[in-house]
């Protein structure tokens, strides 16, 4: 069942949108958040639902924060030029010019 939807995952970003992505970590990844996010609504019990509500949202401490941020920042800085490695010519200004719009 997962690769059926991948496959129509991908076929979506290649044919409808024409996103060039040569190594295809876009796809997969994608994918996998999606795919995570709907197993764990799904599988959660509907007890562990009501007591979130009751409770409030979760917060983090000042140490995650910092290091959510830093790793958010090192993505976006360095990602960019490590999808576009493997391109050449103009598919690497794609490959580039996407990357920087999906994580903007």
Excluded at 40 to 63: I, N, W
Excluded at 64 to 73: C, K, N, V
């Amino acid at each position: 069942f997962e690769i059926l939807l991948y496959s129509i995952n991908e076929s979506i970003g290649v044919i409808e949108y024409q996103a060039v992505d040569m190594g295809g970590s876009m796809y997969v990844h994608m994918f996998g958040a999606f795919f995570g996010c709907a197993c764990s609504f799904m599988y959660m019990p509907a007890s562990k639902v009501a007591e979130l509500d009751k409770h409030g949202k979760a917060s983090g401490s000042r140490t995650t924060d910092t290091f959510a941020m830093i790793g958010t920042l090192f993505l976006w800085m360095f990602w960019p030029s490590f999808n576009g490695a493997l391109a050449t010519g103009a598919a690497r200004n794609r490959v580039v010019i996407n990357t920087v719009l999906a994580i903007s």
